[in-house]
């Protein structure tokens, strides 16, 4: 079963920072390495489930030119709109994922340190949604923890063999280490250096 919504009520009314976002070396790594990861300088339109506190998401805001954020606590959504007072390109809806998936399509879709709740079941409808929610040319980037967190029905490598198996997308990245795995996928396979014309493009070597 996935974590109910109160897993994470509690979790905010106990402390605003339940994870430690800002004093971790392993959070501010994380998001480096996620920020790093990305293959375009900027994006038309980001969609980040799961915002928490928005950490992330004040970094996601400066590459593109619309974020939404989302989560299940409507503590932690009040905590990351204040964090993005000052970002007029965000937008924020409280969503129990995967039913509640907000319509519209998105150049990138950020799932980090999410899909480890859901259960095997919700997380192939997540999968499905946000596979159908890409618009052309879109991203999907996931990061989660790979140590076994209790009350959660997956472990990070779980998610990722799930996203890989189910998304049938090219994976432009993957970085593994013992904390962390990270990847991305996108429906265009073409690298940033392809499409800055310093090495052939996809199209170009299937056609010679």
């Known amino acids: 079963m996935s974590v109910a919504d109160n897993y994470f009520d509690k979790l905010y009314k106990a402390s605003q920072d339940p994870w430690s976002f800002r004093e971790r070396w392993y959070e501010q790594r994380k998001r480096n390495l996620t920020l ?41 959504l009040e905590l990351a709109q204040k964090r993005l007072a000052n970002k007029s390109n ?39 949604k946000a596979r159908g929610a890409l618009a052309e040319g879109g991203s999907l980037l996931a990061c989660h923890w790979r140590w076994p967190i209790e009350d959660c029905p997956l472990t990070g490598d779980q998610v990722h063999q799930a996203l890989h198996e189910q998304l049938q997308l090219p994976r432009l990245l993957r970085h593994e280490d ?12 073409t690298s940033v250096g392809q499409r800055e014309g310093l090495t052939p493009r996809n199209d170009e070597g299937q056609s010679s």
């Open 36 to 76: 790093a990861a990305l293959t375009r300088s900027h994006y038309g339109s980001i969609f980040e489930p799961g915002c928490a506190t928005g950490e992330l998401s004040a970094k996601l805001a400066e590459r593109c030119s619309q974020l939404l954020c989302s989560d299940t606590s409507a503590i932690a």
């Open 90 to 128: 965000v937008r924020f809806v409280q969503t129990r994922l995967p039913e509640q998936w907000p319509p519209g399509r998105f150049d990138l879709i950020v799932i980090s340190e999410l899909a480890y709740y859901l259960d095997s079941e919700d997380l192939a409808t997540l999968i499905a």
């Open 178 to 189: 013992s904390d962390l795995l990270l990847e991305l996928w996108s429906t265009d396979p």
